[in-house]
């Protein structure tokens, strides 16, 4: 098969990540695993597809209680089956590439390519533009997580051919233009995950004493910008700025995720209850499934949440939601206690590759990579629905780094048996 066209389907992979649809990047991912699967899995590989092969089955166990749509089920099935697709298209794709370091390349060159994009749509538009947070996020897009990875990539992983170029020049002004762009997002959770994957990178959130000593760094750092927060005001302006408004919106984190309220449903007035309104359908999930008794295998794909009034969703008025935003909610809605610790159990999979020895002549640790993915994976499913919301790229990387670990383990035996000759 040739090279370019492998570049051409990891491309589309990325592409259709970006455009954060379900439907495009699913049907892209079957289409490239059609045209890259092999006949092997690494065996690692082949655990981490186990592991999602079994969420999507608690799921699909509800059709022996099937109650909802044949729309509503499939949707789910999909959500639930995407992630799979994802990570073997990704996988099989980097396995056939000869250069291996392509596939970081590739997702640092368009991370290159939709930062100056962004920065130029900024440009052309931002003249006689109020500084508002959310009308400038709204217009110019609320994140980008190939930007995200790409910052990530330059900053741990060494050998990547772009930053290897003649042109440093043009190289440095193309990550000047990614770091300015990603700030441009205005994003909490691309901030916090980025942060999280670096450090875990470079071994900050080991449980030993250099992670204690970071973590211990973390929450005295984190402690006082909580304090700051506590104490901070925003302007009161019909047209605040734009620090202003985002400073708030960090203040409001806490709320607007994880401390639902009582909210009387026939309230005509629900400004009280849109800041924390993530956490208001966390906690009807949590009432739902408990009052169904559904503990275990939770309701099923199909299944939504009332919340109690209808609300304009996607430009049609809409009672029961078929996602909520928080993703450790959703699988639980969807796949009760079993598959939440199915899921959980990937996280844990995943960090625990800090303990799996490493060769020391590696440039690159991929085990750490993992681990990065691990946090990733985490702090995503807090605010959104983790590796199932339809621009996460967990999955797509994951099984990326799974080729280039198996192909490393491959070269490290090789020369070794060489070195025993």
């Given at each position: 098969?040739?090279?370019?066209?492998?570049?051409?389907?990891?491309?589309?992979?990325?592409?259709?990540?970006?455009?954060?649809?379900?439907?495009?990047?699913?049907?892209?991912?079957?289409?490239?695993?059609?045209?890259?699967?092999?006949?092997?899995?690494?065996?690692?590989?082949?655990?981490?597809?186990?592991?999602?092969?079994?969420?999507?089955?608690?799921?699909?166990?509800?059709?022996?209680?099937?109650?909802?749509?044949?729309?509503?089920?499939?949707?789910?099935?999909?959500?639930?089956?995407?992630?799979?697709?994802?990570?073997?298209?990704?996988?099989?794709?980097?396995?056939?590439?000869?250069?291996?370091?392509?596939?970081?390349?590739?997702?640092?060159?368009?991370?290159?390519?939709?930062?100056?994009?962004?920065?130029?749509?900024?440009?052309?538009?931002?003249?006689?533009?109020?500084?508002?947070?959310?009308?400038?996020?709204?217009?110019?897009?609320?994140?980008?997580?190939?930007?995200?990875?790409?910052?990530?990539?330059?900053?741990?992983?060494?050998?990547?051919?772009?930053?290897?170029?003649?042109?440093?020049?043009?190289?440095?002004?193309?990550?000047?233009?990614?770091?300015?762009?990603?700030?441009?997002?205005?994003?909490?959770?691309?901030?916090?995950?980025?942060?999280?994957?670096?450090?875990?990178?470079?071994?900050?959130?080991?449980?030993?004493?250099?992670?204690?000593?970071?973590?211990?760094?973390?929450?005295?750092?984190?402690?006082?910008?909580?304090?700051?927060?506590?104490?901070?005001?925003?302007?009161?302006?019909?047209?605040?700025?734009?620090?202003?408004?985002?400073?708030?919106?960090?203040?409001?984190?806490?709320?607007?995720?994880?401390?639902?309220?009582?909210?009387?449903?026939?309230?005509?007035?629900?400004?009280?209850?849109?800041?924390?309104?993530?956490?208001?359908?966390?906690?009807?999930?949590?009432?739902?499934?408990?009052?169904?008794?559904?503990?275990?295998?939770?309701?099923?794909?199909?299944?939504?949440?009332?919340?109690?009034?209808?609300?304009?969703?996607?430009?049609?008025?809409?009672?029961?939601?078929?996602?909520?935003?928080?993703?450790?909610?959703?699988?639980?809605?969807?796949?009760?206690?079993?598959?939440?610790?199915?899921?959980?159990?990937?996280?844990?999979?995943?960090?625990?590759?800090?303990?799996?020895?490493?060769?020391?002549?590696?440039?690159?640790?991929?085990?750490?990579?993992?681990?990065?993915?691990?946090?990733?994976?985490?702090?995503?499913?807090?605010?959104?629905?983790?590796?199932?919301?339809?621009?996460?790229?967990?999955?797509?990387?994951?099984?990326g780094i799974l080729a280039l670990k198996q192909y490393n383990d491959f070269?490290?035996?090789?020369?070794?048996?060489?070195?025993?000759?």
């Open positions: 098969m040739s090279q370019n066209f492998i570049r051409t389907g990891i491309v589309l992979l990325i592409v259709a990540l970006w455009t954060q649809n379900l439907e495009i990047s699913f049907l892209v991912s079957v289409v490239v695993l059609f045209l890259n699967v092999g006949r092997r899995l690494s065996r690692e590989a082949f655990t981490y597809t186990a592991v999602l092969v079994i969420l999507l089955s608690i799921g699909v166990l509800s059709i022996f209680t099937f109650d909802g749509g044949i729309y509503d089920f499939t949707k789910d099935f999909v959500y639930f089956l995407r992630p799979i697709t994802l990570m073997l298209a990704s996988y099989f794709s980097v396995k056939n590439l000869e250069k291996k370091s392509d596939f970081f390349n590739l997702i640092v060159l368009a991370g290159f390519t939709f930062a100056f994009a962004h920065l130029v749509h900024i440009g052309v538009e931002i003249i006689g533009m109020k500084p508002n947070v959310e009308k400038f996020r709204n217009k110019f897009g609320r994140f980008n997580h190939v930007e995200m990875l790409a910052l990530f990539a330059i900053i741990c992983i060494r050998g990547i051919p772009v930053k290897k170029t003649r042109f440093k020049a043009l190289y440095q002004f193309f990550v000047l233009c990614l770091a300015v762009s990603f700030l441009l997002y205005f994003s909490r959770t691309m901030m916090i995950v980025l942060v999280l994957m670096v450090m875990a990178y470079f071994g900050y959130l080991k449980l030993n004493a250099r992670g204690a000593v970071a973590l211990f760094a973390m929450f005295v750092t984190g402690g006082l910008f909580i304090l700051f927060l506590s104490q901070y005001e925003p302007t009161e302006t019909k047209d605040p700025g734009l620090i202003s408004t985002f400073l708030t919106k960090m203040k409001n984190s806490y709320t607007e995720t994880l401390e639902p309220i009582k909210f009387d449903k026939n309230k005509l007035d629900r400004r009280e209850l849109w800041p924390r309104w993530r956490a208001y359908e966390a906690s009807l999930v949590w009432y739902e499934i408990n009052e169904e008794k559904s503990w275990f295998t939770g309701k099923g794909f199909g299944s939504t949440v009332d919340v109690g009034f209808d609300i304009m969703l996607q430009g049609e008025e809409i009672r029961h939601l078929p996602t909520v935003h928080n993703g450790v909610a959703y699988v639980y809605m969807k796949t009760g206690l079993i598959g939440l610790i199915v899921y959980l159990s990937i996280i844990w999979m995943l960090y625990m590759q800090y303990y799996r020895k490493q060769s020391v002549r590696d440039r690159v640790s991929y085990n750490r990579l993992l681990v990065a993915c691990a946090f990733y994976i985490f702090a995503s499913s807090l605010v959104v629905t983790g590796i199932f919301k339809p621009h996460d790229m967990a999955t797509f990387l994951i099984g070269e490290n035996r090789n020369i070794r048996n060489e070195g025993n000759s």
